[in-house]
């Protein structure tokens, strides 16, 4: 409602309003497990503790949710996931060496935390707040 609200204004207003979203591709698997600790200690977690949130997911096999992946878990169970090439009766895995997996429960909260650094960035990067009317104010749009 905010954007919504914001585009109405500069519309009727004849107002400029720069907006721009951030398409990262490789989000989750480009950030380094470093970084992943030290977002965490930046929010103030103690190093050992950051140091095991990003450990939880340490030496994971990472399976792509294929058709043959979800055929050979049915039929060979979970010990025939290796990472070996694929083969009729087994698939191949992979670890990840840095970021967070996808699909792992702690990795939203990883990423978010590594997020949080270039969001507290650009709040202090130098801007010209858009105002927008309410019924009896004038207010700033707030950054989304």
Same mark, same amino acid.
């Given at each position: 409602?905010?954007?919504?609200?914001?585009?109405?204004?500069?519309?009727?207003?004849?107002?400029?309003?720069?907006?721009?979203?951030?398409?990262?591709?490789?989000?989750?698997?480009?950030?380094?497990?470093?970084?992943?600790?030290?977002?965490?200690?930046?929010?103030?977690?103690? /190093?050992?503790?950051?140091? &095991?949130? *990003?450990? @939880?997911?340490?030496?994971?096999?990472?399976?792509?949710? +294929? #058709?043959?992946?979800?055929?050979?878990?049915?039929?060979?169970?979970?010990?025939?996931?290796?990472?070996?090439? /694929?083969?009729?009766?087994? &698939?191949? *895995?992979? @670890?990840?060496?840095?970021?967070?997996?996808?699909?792992? +429960? #702690?990795?939203?909260?990883?990423?978010?935390?590594?997020?949080?650094?270039?969001?507290?960035?650009?709040?202090?990067?130098?801007?010209?707040?858009?105002?927008?009317?309410?019924?009896?104010?004038?207010?700033?749009?707030?950054?989304?």
């Amino acid at each position: 409602m905010q954007v919504i609200n914001a585009q109405e204004e500069a519309e009727e207003s004849g107002t400029e309003l720069h907006e721009f979203s951030w398409d990262i591709k490789p989000a989750f698997d480009s950030v380094p497990k470093a970084v992943l600790v030290m977002s965490w200690e930046r929010l103030g977690v103690p /190093s050992e503790v950051a140091n &095991d949130i *990003v450990d @939880l997911d340490s030496n994971c096999l990472t399976i792509p949710l +294929t #058709p043959h992946a979800q055929h050979i878990r049915q039929t060979e169970g979970m010990s025939a996931f290796n990472t070996n090439q /694929s083969a009729s009766n087994s &698939d191949q *895995v992979f @670890l990840g060496v840095t970021g967070t997996s996808q699909g792992d +429960t #702690p990795s939203p909260s990883n990423w978010t935390a590594t997020y949080d650094i270039p969001l507290r960035a650009l709040e202090q990067a130098q801007s010209f707040p858009f105002l927008g009317r309410t019924d009896i104010d004038i207010e700033d749009s707030q950054d989304m």
